[in-house]
């Protein structure tokens, strides 16, 4: 199970932090993946971090702005988002699965357990 929490109403330029609670599995052998769904718009991948290996992508969106990392101990994933601007506005979602590879990482069906999402808004 995922839990996915942190949204909220932000300024362009500000920050927040996303944060997926995972129970039920450990986060060393899934992967974890962020995904965001904007208004009208399909599923994008947002970023990703391996299982085992740690390796992380990002998309190029959100490249030098977002970082994802996890806590093994607190067995949640986060997504730091920094420099916000309107277009990345969007519901986003956090994502798991066993036995992803690196490429797949940013792909949604790739992924087996999905959380319900929180609403990102970027706005003055």
């Known amino acids: 199970q995922l839990q996915a929490s942190g949204g909220g109403l932000v300024q362009p330029g500000g920050s927040l932090r996303l944060s997926c609670a995972v129970s039920?599995?450990?986060?060393?052998?899934?992967?974890i993946g962020w995904f965001r769904q904007a208004p009208g718009k399909g599923r994008e991948g947002v970023s990703g971090?391996?299982?085992?290996?740690?390796?992380?992508s990002v998309a190029d969106s959100v490249k030098g702005r977002f970082t994802i990392s996890r806590d093994h101990a607190k067995k949640t994933a986060y997504l730091q988002m920094n420099s916000l601007r309107p277009e990345d506005t969007a519901v986003y979602y956090c994502?798991?699965?066993?036995?992803?590879?690196?490429?797949?990482?940013?792909?949604?069906?790739?992924?087996?357990?999905w959380g319900q999402g929180t609403l990102v808004t970027v706005s003055s």
């Open positions: 994502a798991a699965s066993q036995t992803i590879i690196y490429s797949q990482l940013g792909v949604p069906s790739s992924y087996a357990y």
């Open positions: 039920g599995f450990s986060l060393g052998y899934y992967a």
């Open positions: 971090i391996a299982s085992r290996s740690g390796s992380t």
